[in-house]
Protein backbone atom coordinates (compact mmCIF):
# COMPACT_ATOMS: atom_id res chain seq x y z
CA UNK A 1 0.00 0.00 0.00
CA UNK A 2 1.59 3.23 -0.84
CA UNK A 3 0.35 6.32 0.21
CA UNK A 4 0.99 9.22 -2.42
CA UNK A 5 0.40 13.27 -3.06
CA UNK A 6 -1.88 14.48 -5.80
CA UNK A 7 -0.71 16.91 -7.66
CA UNK A 8 2.72 18.55 -8.71
CA UNK A 9 3.88 20.79 -11.79
CA UNK A 10 2.28 18.38 -14.38
CA UNK A 11 -1.14 17.51 -15.16
CA UNK A 12 -1.91 14.27 -14.41
CA UNK A 13 -5.21 12.12 -15.63
CA UNK A 14 -8.21 12.02 -13.19
CA UNK A 15 -8.17 8.68 -10.82
CA UNK A 16 -11.06 6.67 -9.98
CA UNK A 17 -11.38 5.32 -6.77
CA UNK A 18 -11.43 1.47 -6.67
CA UNK A 19 -14.03 1.74 -3.55
CA UNK A 20 -17.00 4.42 -4.25
CA UNK A 21 -15.94 4.76 -7.98
CA UNK A 22 -15.72 8.33 -7.49
CA UNK A 23 -13.31 11.02 -9.13
CA UNK A 24 -9.98 11.10 -6.23
CA UNK A 25 -9.87 15.15 -5.72
CA UNK A 26 -8.09 14.47 -2.41
CA UNK A 27 -4.57 15.91 -1.38
CA UNK A 28 -3.93 12.30 -1.04
CA UNK A 29 -4.06 8.88 -2.44
CA UNK A 30 -3.46 5.10 -1.83
CA UNK A 31 -2.81 3.29 -3.94
CA UNK A 32 -3.43 -0.64 -3.49
CA UNK A 33 -3.32 -3.95 -5.73
CA UNK A 34 -2.54 -1.94 -8.45
CA UNK A 35 -6.14 0.39 -8.24
CA UNK A 36 -6.09 3.91 -6.50
CA UNK A 37 -8.07 4.47 -3.47
CA UNK A 38 -9.22 7.14 -1.51
CA UNK A 39 -7.66 7.47 1.83
CA UNK A 40 -11.16 6.91 3.14
CA UNK A 41 -12.53 3.81 1.07
CA UNK A 42 -9.97 1.42 1.41
CA UNK A 43 -11.37 -0.46 4.28
CA UNK A 44 -10.83 -4.00 6.07
CA UNK A 45 -13.87 -6.17 4.68
CA UNK A 46 -14.10 -7.84 8.29
CA UNK A 47 -13.58 -4.59 10.86
CA UNK A 48 -13.92 -2.12 8.42
CA UNK A 49 -10.60 0.00 10.00
CA UNK A 50 -9.20 2.52 7.47
CA UNK A 51 -6.57 1.04 6.39
CA UNK A 52 -4.49 3.97 5.53
CA UNK A 53 -4.66 5.26 9.28
CA UNK A 54 -3.70 1.65 11.14
CA UNK A 55 -0.57 0.80 8.49
CA UNK A 56 1.24 0.61 5.77
CA UNK A 57 0.57 -2.99 4.31
CA UNK A 58 -3.17 -4.74 3.69
CA UNK A 59 -3.72 -8.36 2.87
CA UNK A 60 -5.63 -9.25 0.02
CA UNK A 61 -7.44 -12.83 -0.21
CA UNK A 62 -10.85 -14.81 -1.43
CA UNK A 63 -12.03 -11.36 -2.89
CA UNK A 64 -11.66 -9.52 0.61
CA UNK A 65 -9.20 -6.49 1.76
CA UNK A 66 -7.71 -7.48 5.10
CA UNK A 67 -6.02 -5.91 8.13
CA UNK A 68 -2.75 -7.79 9.13
CA UNK A 69 -5.10 -8.55 12.70
CA UNK A 70 -7.96 -9.58 10.68
CA UNK A 71 -6.04 -12.08 8.33
CA UNK A 72 -4.04 -13.28 10.81
CA UNK A 73 -7.27 -14.33 12.86
CA UNK A 74 -8.97 -15.93 9.46
CA UNK A 75 -6.79 -17.89 8.04
CA UNK A 76 -4.66 -18.45 11.23
CA UNK A 77 -1.41 -20.67 11.42
CA UNK A 78 1.23 -21.44 9.68
CA UNK A 79 1.78 -25.00 9.93
CA UNK A 80 4.00 -27.03 12.99
CA UNK A 81 7.13 -26.49 14.18
CA UNK A 82 9.25 -29.10 12.66
CA UNK A 83 11.11 -29.72 16.35
CA UNK A 84 8.01 -29.77 18.94
CA UNK A 85 5.25 -30.43 16.46
CA UNK A 86 3.16 -27.52 17.52
CA UNK A 87 1.21 -25.02 15.69
CA UNK A 88 2.92 -21.99 14.58
CA UNK A 89 0.74 -18.82 14.42
CA UNK A 90 0.89 -16.44 11.43
CA UNK A 91 2.59 -13.50 13.29
CA UNK A 92 5.23 -15.36 15.22
CA UNK A 93 9.13 -15.17 13.24
CA UNK A 94 10.20 -18.46 12.60
CA UNK A 95 13.67 -20.02 11.64
CA UNK A 96 13.74 -21.63 8.55
CA UNK A 97 16.61 -24.72 7.35
CA UNK A 98 15.94 -27.09 4.72
CA UNK A 99 12.69 -26.23 4.24
CA UNK A 100 11.50 -26.96 7.40
CA UNK A 101 10.44 -24.14 10.01
CA UNK A 102 10.96 -23.98 13.35
CA UNK A 103 9.64 -21.89 16.66
CA UNK A 104 12.48 -19.45 17.39
CA UNK A 105 12.83 -21.35 21.01
CA UNK A 106 12.75 -24.67 19.20
CA UNK A 107 15.98 -24.05 16.66
CA UNK A 108 18.73 -25.37 18.83
CA UNK A 109 21.34 -28.16 18.79
CA UNK A 110 20.48 -31.66 19.16
CA UNK A 111 23.09 -32.24 21.18
CA UNK A 112 24.38 -29.34 23.72
CA UNK A 113 20.59 -27.90 23.26
CA UNK A 114 22.01 -24.31 22.68
CA UNK A 115 19.52 -21.66 20.72
CA UNK A 116 21.31 -20.86 17.15
CA UNK A 117 20.68 -17.19 15.87
CA UNK A 118 21.29 -15.70 12.62
CA UNK A 119 24.58 -15.77 11.50
CA UNK A 120 25.74 -18.75 13.72
CA UNK A 121 26.62 -22.20 11.82
CA UNK A 122 25.25 -25.15 11.96
CA UNK A 123 25.04 -28.76 10.40
CA UNK A 124 21.93 -30.74 8.98
CA UNK A 125 22.29 -33.74 9.32
CA UNK A 126 19.33 -36.75 8.72
CA UNK A 127 17.01 -34.14 9.53
CA UNK A 128 19.09 -32.78 12.69
CA UNK A 129 20.26 -29.75 13.77
CA UNK A 130 23.91 -29.58 15.33
CA UNK A 131 25.96 -26.11 16.16
CA UNK A 132 29.65 -26.39 14.88
CA UNK A 133 30.99 -27.85 17.54
CA UNK A 134 28.76 -30.80 18.24
CA UNK A 135 28.65 -31.64 14.38
CA UNK A 136 28.69 -35.73 14.27
CA UNK A 137 31.59 -37.24 12.56
CA UNK A 138 33.49 -34.27 13.52
CA UNK A 139 35.40 -33.47 10.40
CA UNK A 140 34.64 -32.34 7.08
CA UNK A 141 30.98 -31.23 7.05
CA UNK A 142 29.72 -28.36 5.26
CA UNK A 143 28.56 -25.66 7.67
CA UNK A 144 25.31 -23.78 6.67
CA UNK A 145 25.01 -20.21 8.09
CA UNK A 146 21.63 -19.50 9.73
CA UNK A 147 18.59 -18.40 7.72
CA UNK A 148 17.32 -14.69 8.90
CA UNK A 149 14.35 -14.55 11.42
CA UNK A 150 11.43 -14.56 8.91
CA UNK A 151 7.25 -14.20 9.43
CA UNK A 152 5.47 -17.46 7.93
CA UNK A 153 2.81 -15.67 5.96
Known amino acids: MVNSQVGGAVASPP ?5 CG ?10 SMERYWHTRCLKCSCCHAQ ?3 IGTTCYSKGGMILC ?3 YIRLFGHSGACSACGQSIP ?3 MVMRAQGNVYHLKCFTCAT ?3 RLVPGDRFHYVNGT ?6 RPGGALLSGHPVLSDQKVC
Not at 15 to 19: E, I, N
Not at 129 to 134: A, Q, V
Request: with cysteine; net charge negative.
Open 51 to 53: LGD
Open 90 to 92: ANE
Open 15 to 19: RLCAG
Open 68 to 70: RSD
Open 112 to 114: CRI
Open 129 to 134: IFCEHD
Open 22 to 31: GRIADRFLLF
